[in-house]
């Protein structure tokens, strides 16, 4: 008999064989469900060698004893039932509590400790980690751009032309954070900032040529600020974006070689964890991402989405319409297999996978270079007539709705 604090053995007539206590509880009752051996079941199978038949409450106990060559079986329902209703009962009379009060205690201790330890664990896993990792950065994406965006707006008032000739938002407010005036702009700044030659000449030139008015000096402040502070959560995301490829190799090697280590993250977050994303099916993993289309497609009738965050994978955005679907249905069946690899396995990446992914993309490719234009017609007939009956539908509301109107203004504000 498994008890949270120790295992008990008794006869046929509920006499007591032989007990022994856990020195670790948490230890030696999770090792026993995990299918592990313990010294303290070591020591009791000795006892009960002698016995033809036992009966155990717990079904890793019994796979253990019949390992050491017992022949064991698993209790009914209502003997475990039993066991559990008269637990602190059960302890006292095995030795592992001197009375019922002090095996209550030990019982709480256990189920305090035990959920405790499962729950650090739980936080522990790296996989959540991940989504916590690829949420943040997303929000740092946010705000970078929309602090970039205040800041080329405002500082666009002071020097306009800049906003055309430099795209990047980092060298942008690199500029503004070193300069602030247009005029204290210098060759050496723009070519420490990695510009070339020509580029920098016509910077130089559009500065003296500034149509821009000029700036206040607490203006100009604020703006190094902002511009300092876009610098600062761009770092930040390039740390970030480098733990999650450090971190996707330790636990998704193989979907993040399918699907680089950015998408790979954000479908396990969208999945809730590695474990879910390996017990999703394929048609599940397509359309991650595209809950409201598809939803919104069995509501009316249209046609269901092709991907969901899939999309964002280069081998898919990169391809002809005609062509997405079938490449979407290829990427989530070897990303299907490549989570449960990654999740039973552990055991770095497994080439075969990408080799056939690319060659079934390549089939693809080959088989389909072309639209099929019955398909294209047939599709537009049929967005014709869910538009003309959308139409209808609307048309016959609003009649009904004006017919309403006219007999409540008739007969004043009756119900009807």
């Known amino acids: 008999m498994l008890l949270e604090t120790g295992l008990a053995a008794f006869d046929e007539s509920n006499n007591l064989i032989a007990s022994k206590k856990f020195d670790n509880p948490i230890h030696s009752y999770r090792l026993l469900k995990d299918g592990k051996s313990s010294a303290e079941l070591d020591q009791l199978t000795e006892i009960l060698h002698s016995f033809d038949l036992i009966?155990?409450?717990?079904?890793?106990?019994?796979?253990?004893?019949?390992?050491?060559?017992?022949?064991?079986?698993?209790m009914s329902d209502d003997e475990q039932r039993k066991i559990q209703n008269e637990k602190p009962a059960l302890m006292v009379k095995s030795q592992l509590a001197k009375n019922e009060a002090e095996a209550m205690q030990k019982l709480r201790n256990f189920a305090i400790e035990f959920s405790s330890t499962r729950v650090r664990e739980a936080s522990e896993k790296l996989d959540l980690h991940i989504i916590?990792?690829?949420?943040?950065?997303?929000?740092?994406?946010?705000?970078?751009?929309?602090?970039?965006?205040?800041?080329?707006?405002?500082?666009?008032?002071?020097?306009?032309?800049?906003?055309?000739?430099?795209?990047?938002?980092?060298?942008?407010?690199?500029?503004?954070?070193?300069?602030?005036?247009?005029?204290?702009?210098?060759?050496?700044?723009?070519?420490?900032?990695?510009?070339?030659?020509?580029?920098?000449?016509?910077?130089?030139?559009a500065a003296t040529r500034s149509k821009g008015g000029d700036a206040s000096t607490k203006s100009l402040e604020i703006l190094k600020k902002i511009a300092n502070e876009v610098l600062l959560e761009s770092e930040l995301r390039r740390i970030i974006a480098e733990y999650l490829e450090d971190t996707m190799e330790v636990v998704a090697p193989n979907v993040k070689q399918i699907l680089t280590a950015l998408v790979g993250a954000r479908l396990i977050s969208k999945a809730g964890s590695l474990n879910r994303l390996a017990f999703s099916s394929a048609s599940t993993i397509q359309v991650l991402g595209a809950e409201k289309a598809l939803f919104r497609a069995l509501k009316s009738g249209a046609r269901p989405p092709k991907h969901g965050l899939l999309f964002q994978h280069a081998m898919?955005?990169?391809?002809?319409?005609?062509?997405?679907?079938?490449?979407?249905?290829?990427?989530?069946?070897?990303?299907?297999?490549?989570?449960?690899?990654?999740?039973?396995?552990?055991?770095?990446?497994?080439?075969s996978i990408l080799n056939k992914l690319e060659k079934r993309i390549s089939e693809i490719k080959e088989k389909y270079k072309e639209p099929n234009e019955?398909?294209?017609?047939?599709?537009?007939?049929?967005?014709?007539?869910?538009?003309?009956?959308?139409?209808?539908?609307?048309?016959?509301?609003?009649?009904?709705t004006k017919s309403k109107r006219r007999i409540k203004n008739k007969f004043g504000k009756r119900r009807f």
């Open 132 to 205: 916590q990792a690829i949420s943040a950065l997303d929000e740092l994406d946010k705000l970078v751009n929309v602090l970039s965006t205040r800041m080329r707006e405002w500082y666009g008032l002071h020097f306009p032309e800049l906003d055309n000739l430099i795209q990047s938002p980092n060298l942008y407010a690199e500029i503004v954070a070193k300069a602030g005036l247009r005029q204290n702009i210098t060759k050496e700044m723009l070519e420490q900032a990695g510009l070339q030659d020509r580029k920098v000449e016509i910077i130089l030139d």
């Open 374 to 400: 019955d398909k294209i017609r047939s599709r537009k007939f049929n967005q014709h007539i869910q538009r003309q009956q959308q139409q209808f539908s609307d048309s016959r509301r609003g009649k009904f």
């Open 316 to 351: 898919i955005h990169s391809a002809p319409k005609w062509q997405r679907g079938k490449i979407a249905r290829a990427v989530a069946s070897k990303v299907a297999i490549a989570a449960r690899i990654d999740l039973y396995r552990r055991s770095g990446k497994d080439q």
């Open 55 to 74: 009966s155990v409450n717990d079904a890793s106990i019994m796979l253990l004893l019949r390992q050491s060559g017992l022949n064991s079986h698993i």
